[in-house]
């Protein structure tokens, strides 16, 4: 069984799928914030390929960086403390490159696109924003494999949006739970989540 956590804790992938709709079981961002997981359910993921085709990524866009004059900090880890609650939300994207007025956060895309890669560069660009980089301008690149998506601002409501998903994870009121395809892709074993399908 998952063990509480003492404290809640948010890794940005989660915030992301959850805040684009990519996972309509909200129940299973909720659990993991507030719980560690001690067993995970197995699945068929190859997860040494994908680790291959994204390092092989990384390394193409780090030479690229380097090329070009820039000292690219690679896998930079993000941690933020959620204002008035004992919650963090954390992150490490790809690659971090920064001059005088700008900072541009990269996140490195193996497989095919999804909504929630742009929700989770623009986590990194408003968490950037509220941390070391507070007085310099953030743009996100996601890129895949054939096209590179730029984004140059976040939305006017973006910190709305951010608080109201994020409100959700804290709280001690579980979200609701939605039995389904996400199931297929959840680490969430039976035993911790009986309705498992
Ligand atoms: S196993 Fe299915 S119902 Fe349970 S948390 Fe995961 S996605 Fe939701």
């Given at each position: 069984m998952a063990e509480k956590r003492d404290s809640p804790y948010?890794?940005?992938?989660?915030?992301?799928?959850?805040?684009?709709?990519?996972?309509?079981?909200?129940w299973q961002g909720w659990f993991l914030t507030q719980n560690k997981l001690t067993k995970k359910q197995p699945n068929n993921f190859d997860l040494a390929d994908w680790k291959i085709n994204h390092t092989k990524m990384l390394t193409e866009l780090k030479e690229k960086l380097i090329k070009d004059k820039y000292m690219p900090i690679l896998e930079k880890p993000i941690k933020y403390n959620i204002p008035n609650s004992d919650a963090v939300i954390c992150g490490k994207p790809d690659c971090v490159i920064e001059n005088k007025d700008t900072v541009i956060v990269y996140d490195c895309k193996t497989g095919k696109e999804r909504d929630s890669d742009q929700v989770q560069i623009k986590l990194y660009m408003y968490l950037l924003s509220k941390g070391e980089f507070s007085e310099k301008?953030?743009?996100g690149v996601v890129l895949y494999k054939d096209k590179e998506i730029e984004i140059k601002d976040l939305p006017e409501n973006f910190e709305e949006n951010f608080n109201f998903f994020v409100d959700r994870l804290i709280s001690a009121e579980p979200s609701t739970k939605n039995p389904g395809d996400d199931c297929r892709f959840c680490d969430i074993i039976k035993d911790d989540c009986p309705e498992r399908v």
């Open positions: 948010i890794w940005v992938t989660w915030l992301a799928k959850i805040m684009s709709g990519d996972i309509t079981c909200q301008k953030i743009k």
